[in-house]
């Protein structure tokens, strides 16, 4: 698997939604039904900074081997925080919370936890083994 794509697209995916929660927490809190007071905004944008940050750190190693021992605190970071978002978003979900938005994030949480498993406990690193 060349992991020039699974980086480039989590790159993308984590930096849209860290550029929206830095600008936007507002509307991010409003959307997911909550009132906005006090000090809740500034934990989202820090959040988004969060986000923002670990975009950077894929897409300046997207062109590195990655997989097996190779980049190895990279591919943990991201199958730690896909792995364990979808856990949380599952969990809510389970608890007769639908919510059709939050449904599709967890599906990207999801299929980004599989590829970063296989990545950090499946893939040597090296192209064609």
């Not at 750190?57 to 081997?65: E, H, I, L, R, V």
């Not at 949380?88 to 608890?95: D, G, I």
């Not at 893939?123 to 064609?128: D, M, P, R, S, Y």
């Amino acid at each position: 698997m060349n992991t020039k794509y699974l980086m480039t697209s989590s790159s993308l995916v984590l930096g849209l939604a860290g550029v929206f929660a830095l600008f936007a927490p507002d509307v991010l809190l409003v959307r997911a039904g909550v009132s906005i007071s006090g000090q809740l905004p500034v934990l989202v944008q820090l959040m988004g900074g969060l986000y923002f940050s670990l975009a950077l750190m894929n897409w300046t190693a997207k062109d590195s081997a990655i997989g097996g021992v190779y980049a190895r605190p990279v591919s943990i970071a991201n199958f730690t925080h896909f792995f364990s978002g979808a856990l949380v978003l599952a969990r809510y979900h389970l608890s007769d919370n639908l919510d059709p938005f939050l449904l599709s994030v967890l599906v990207v949480y999801t299929i980004f936890a599989i590829l970063f498993y296989w990545l950090v406990f499946r893939h040597t690193g090296i192209a064609g083994k």
